[in-house]
Each structure stands twice: as C-alpha cells, then as structure tokens.
C-alpha cells in the first residue's frame, strides 16, 4: 500500500476475526472514510469496477453476518412472548417490560420506540392499533427487541 496507513488499524480489529476478507474489510473502512471507489482502485492498482464488486459483495456478506446473528439470537432468547390478536399496541410494551423484569433483561427500547418497532416489523399483522394476527415478541439478552409472526402461523 505504498507507506500508506493499514485502514483496518483505526477500527481495531483483526480481519482474521471478521466474515469479509481482508481486501473487503479495507475497502469499506476506506469508503466510510470518505474515498471514492476511484481513489480506492488508484490506492490498490485496479480498476474502480473491481473495488466496487469487493464492495458489493463485502456489503452482501455484511448482511449475511448480520442475519446469521439475528437467527441465532432468536433461538434461544431470554424472553418470548406470544401476542394475542385483537390486542393493543399499547399494550404491548407494559408486557415486554414485565417479562424482560422476570427474566433480568433490561430493554434497550422506549415504550413509543417498542410500539413503532412492532407496528413496522409486523404491519401486515397490524390494523390500526391493534394486532389482528399473532405476533411475537423476542427479547435478546443484550436487551434488543424482536419482532416475529408467531410460529403456529403457517407460511
């Protein structure tokens, strides 16, 4: 990289210890810094469409960790709660605190925050203010919300 500085040493992690390769990792630490691809692909001697189909796919890889994450964290969550239909948003998060109290899980989410993440993970279960199909509720041990279909519904 011609004495230029590793752009992976100001984020502090080890591309060993990420899913993008390394050539992925620079390349989105050095777009979030502001480099166009052009100035990327002159940096690394290729082409701006070669940096822009590394960029491509370290997003797409990206958002594949991110889902595996996700997945893993609704297998076994501390709190699940099965929401009846014909019930209130509003009543929605009176129920996700006192369950996340049970199981000593603080909630990262304000009660408005809650019955927005709800209504918009779950519009098509949703009518007005009021849930008229089953839904769950997953709370994460580090306090995130998440929001399912229940799973006695068929897809």
Known sequence: MDGET???DDAAYDADELV???RQAEVLALREQGLTQADIAER???TRANVANIEASARENAEKAHNTVDFLE???PPVTLDIDSHTSLF???PQVYSAC???DVKVSSSAVDLVQEVRSAASSAISGNVVTEPIRILVTESGEVRVARDSTDSD
Do not use: V, Y
Request: charged share 35%; proline share 11%.
């Open 44 to 46: 690394f001697g290729t």
């Open 91 to 93: 009543d929605i998060p």
């Open 20 to 22: 993008l390769t390394r």
């Open 101 to 103: 109290d049970e199981a």
């Open 6 to 8: 590793d752009p992976l």
């Open 74 to 76: 609704r297998l076994h």
